[in-house]
């Protein structure tokens, strides 16, 4: 089969020729129809505390048709999507297929889908997963839309996690995928004003269709002053889905005194920030990895009930010829929002 795969750090993914994966007992193998690109996989290819090994295929958003099963309670030509937790060797050994403490992605020991050659992922015409952690798309859902559960999952969990209540005011810092999911789940929630702050025009646009009641230009506005003047006063709660240096102290900066910060953006390099001024304003500070099987059952269900629609946020559609450009230009992202990949187009 034909793959992207990631080699060093400063080249550009490089379109192979590989072996194509065969489902073990209890493995599946997805025709991959859709696969998403995630700042995950950018981070993850950028100098930092973690870089995958060379020889890895990225990708662990992703949706398609079982062309191979394993496992009796899975059949071919049913549509799905994973989670892309794969279990550790004692826990295989236990004969579980998933995290014997029920941690998910959560467990230290646990080995991400695409961030490993031991665990290839979607960047590839074909993807191999655990049946434990696969879920199957309603019909109502279709593969485009299902490649798109992974990252609503992690915006509808941070939402969860930075416990957003009826009213509430809410500042997202970040309009990316992740941001924008936020702000869909935010609004769910009941937050009475979303306020999403982005550079990128295209970012901001989404935010509108996805929940938001109003978009800041940071570059041309100051953050407080333009949120105080939409929400009448300030953020309850504040999510950081950047993940660069220096958003975490802008957060607490940007804080009321009790105020809350959701850390949701993925720093791979070390950061720095003055614990004094948190502590003055008791800002409560949670981080964010992913989250739990649950999320994607509701982010399922939320899809069929038209409740959250992730359209609007898919921006560019390419074939595996045009990754290894398209992943290089999403480090500087100009228009381009969520981008899916086609493998087998």
Known sequence: MRAAVFHELGKPLSVETVDRPKAGPGEIVLKVHYCGICGSDLHSTHPGVFVVPDGTILGHEFAGEIVESGDPGWKIGEMATALPNNACEECRKLGLGECKD???????????????????????????????????????????????????????????RGKVTLGERVLILGGGPIGLAVTAFAKLAGARDVVVSEYAPARREAAGSLGATAAIDPGKEDVAEAFQRHAGGPPDVIFECVGVPGMIQKAVDLSKPFGRIVVVGVCMVEDAMTPISAIFKEVNIQYVL??????????????????????????????????PGAFEALRKPTSQIKVMVRPNE
């Not at 961030?115 to 859902?141: C, D, I, M, T, W």
């Not at 994607?296 to 992730?310: E, F, S």
């Open 102 to 160: 029920g941690l998910g992605i959560m467990c230290p020991k646990n080995t991400l889908t695409g961030f490993h050659p031991s665990a290839q992922g979607a960047y590839a015409e074909f993807v191999k997963f655990n049946a434990k952690e696969g879920v199957r798309l309603p019909a109502q859902v279709e593969s485009r839309e299902g490649a798109t559960v992974e990252p609503l999952a992690v915006g509808l969990h941070a939402v969860n």
């Open 290 to 323: 992913g989250y739990l099987r649950p999320d994607w059952r509701l982010v399922l269900d939320l899809l069929v009930a038209g409740r959250v629609n992730p359209r609007p946020m898919i921006t560019d559609i390419i074939s595996l010829d045009q990754l």
